[in-house]
């Protein structure tokens, strides 16, 4: 399976193009890493679309996502040059986050616009309180041309961090759970990819992979789905 | 205009042929060696350049302590930069105490076993290499623990705190690491005509005696690494596991790129190994990957080396059998015994 057939399957899951899926939650358990959220998200835009993104590095750097995106098929370098994407390093105040969403709103008036945070929880640990973080994720989520990709971490042992991933994932339209396997190590799977979105008040889809990593891409298999 | 220089350093970073590095191209990733070559098939190649490395041990061993001075060992071979900070002992006395170079063993394929007599069955069946698999050639170096390098070897390094150093606190150690990166030439973002590589080593981090009132553990390490990320330094980061927190350690782990827990080892009837190593994570550093093949892996000392070896656990007896055996050799005992006579 070729990446590109494994985005195009996820596509068909995440959907990304409904506009009541503009707020998207990749919640990390212990050792997992939602980069390969991220891309995806980065992916359809870059292809599928022509809206700006602007991507806040708090925890890895430009050159990091750009050699990702390269496995993805995408070049945030050309990207750049064309002005349809920007990499803002070293945020660490929830205030510079609303500062990036106000600026790329303004320099965007027209159309949908995204913005992409690989790492919210870092700024809990940076000495943000978890009022402020989420009133961040209510301000995006009053302005509808706005569509937020990010990603929080959890761990057991971490109980604020954990509250702040529930309160997130809470406000998230739709929620990508990715935790490694419980039980041991695997020669097929890396860990379990977990999609929950609420279709109506009375639809809970929930869809689950597992996914295995390579150096150059990961190959999902269904594990299982459900619809209450 | 930062992220264009180093997208730009990026793809130039296979070209720059650093000294005493290797270049990953699946990973897209610059490595340098651990000084201990099992220990780099272990990490699958090397320390990525541009990482963190935090290398917990639990109760009191001293493996970290080889590691830490097999890495500097390394770079002084390599004419790599060095910094060492260390807050309990003078760091002066860790470079006294490195590891001598000796020659490489020259890997030879095994030929043809001789015949076995009793157990011909087993002649056809492939000899099992408890080492590491290495994937391509090492090229890290060997070392000898029983002889140190003399002094007189050791150029470019760097000690931290040294005697202009007012205060022991994490952010008065960043600030010394962002000086050493930004004069001698170590960061990407600063052109420069020939490139070296910065090995830092910290060690007993969350140390009591650090002083932490102006900038805590986590903070310093997430500036540390945006600084490392953007230069041509890797850090290797030493601490004792009992005495952080579960919740401040599940932090740190998240904001460093690769983690190496060192536990004793428990188990009697492995007596060969000293330790058991597990790989909680791998440097996941302009690639996707960042789960370990391999997780079973036991540290092995022995006068000379430290060497990391796939742990086999001895096969289980049955209780039962095993006291019936030592029964019936004690009755065997009692009547033949030389004293009855």
């Known amino acids: ?228 | 205009m930062s992220f264009i220089l180093q997208s730009h350093t990026i793809s130039q970073r296979k070209n720059l042929k650093l000294k005493g590095t290797k270049t990953s191209v699946a990973k897209n990733q610059i490595l340098i060696s651990t000084g201990i070559v099992s220990l780099d098939a272990v990490l699958d190649g090397g320390i990525p350049i541009g990482t963190v490395t935090l290398v917990e041990e639990e109760n009191y061993g001293r493996n970290a302590d080889l590691i830490t001075k097999h890495f500097i060992a390394e770079g002084v071979v390599c004419d790599h930069s060095i910094l060492i900070a260390d807050i309990e002992k003078k760091p002066e006395t860790i470079a006294n105490d490195l590891p001598k170079l000796i020659q490489e063993e020259s890997f030879q394929p095994t030929g043809v076993v001789e015949d076995f007599k009793i157990a011909w069955r087993y002649s056809q069946n492939p000899i099992y290499d408890s080492k590491p698999h290495q994937t391509s050639i090492s090229f890290g170096h060997t070392f000898d623990m029983s002889a140190k390098i003399s002094t007189d070897e050791l150029q470019n390094i760097k000690y931290w705190p040294n005697v202009q150093s007012q205060s022991t606190s994490y952010s008065h150690l960043l600030e010394f690491i962002n000086k050493v990166i930004t004069t001698d030439g170590f960061s990407t973002k600063i052109p420069v005509e020939q490139r070296h590589v910065l090995r830092i080593t910290i060690n007993n981090l969350f140390s009591p005696i650090w002083d932490s009132n102006d900038m805590d553990i986590v903070k310093f390490l997430y500036k540390l690494r945006i600084l490392i990320r953007s230069s041509y330094a890797t850090c290797l980061i030493t601490t004792r596991a009992q005495i952080i927190n579960n919740i401040i350690k599940c932090r740190i782990e998240h904001f460093v790129d690769t983690v190496l827990i060192l536990k004793p080892m428990e188990l009697s009837s492995c007596a060969d190994y000293n330790g058991k190593l597990i790989i909680g994570k791998l440097a996941s550093f302009n690639t996707f990957l960042y789960e370990p093949s391999c997780v079973d892996w036991a540290t092995k000392l022995t006068r000379k080396k430290l060497c990391i070896e796939k742990l086999h656990l001895p096969p289980c007896l049955n209780d039962d059998e095993n006291n019936e055996n030592i029964q019936n050799k004690q009755l065997c005992a009692s009547t033949t015994s030389r004293l009855n006579f």
């Not at chain 1, 939650?25 to 995806?40: G, N, P, Q, R």
């Not at chain 1, 379990?192 to 990961?218: A, C, H, P």
Request: with cysteine; glycine share 4%.
């Open chain 1, 1 to 228: 399976m070729s990446n590109v057939n494994v985005l195009e399957e996820l596509k068909l899951v995440l959907k990304p193009d409904l506009p009541e899926r503009r707020m998207v939650c990749a919640e990390e358990t212990d050792t997992s890493k939602a980069d390969i959220i991220l891309s995806f998200y980065m992916w359809y835009v870059f292809n599928k679309t022509d809206s700006p993104v602007c991507m806040v590095g708090i925890r890895d750097t430009y050159g990091h996502y750009q050699n990702v995106g390269l496995k993805f098929h995408y070049n945030l370098l050309l990207m750049t040059n064309k002005k349809r994407f920007t990499f803002i390093e070293s945020v660490m105040t929830v205030g510079r986050l609303v500062e990036c969403a106000q600026n790329l709103l303004e320099q965007h008036p027209v159309g949908n616009v995204y913005m992409i945070v690989d790492d919210i929880s870092a700024l809990l640990f940076l000495g943000e309180k978890l009022e402020e973080i989420i009133g961040f994720l209510m301000f995006t989520k009053r302005h509808q041309r706005l569509y937020l990709v990010f990603g929080c971490w959890k761990h057991k042992f971490d109980e604020t961090a954990k509250r702040l991933t529930s309160a997130a994932s809470h406000l998230a339209d739709i929620r990508v759970s990715l935790a490694p396997l419980v039980t041991g190590f695997s020669n097929s799977a890396t860990g379990t990819m977990r999609i929950t979105s609420n279709e109506s008040i009375y639809q809970i889809e929930d869809v689950s992979y597992l996914y295995k990593l390579f150096d150059n891409g990961l190959t999902l298999s269904l594990n299982s789905k459900t619809v209450r």
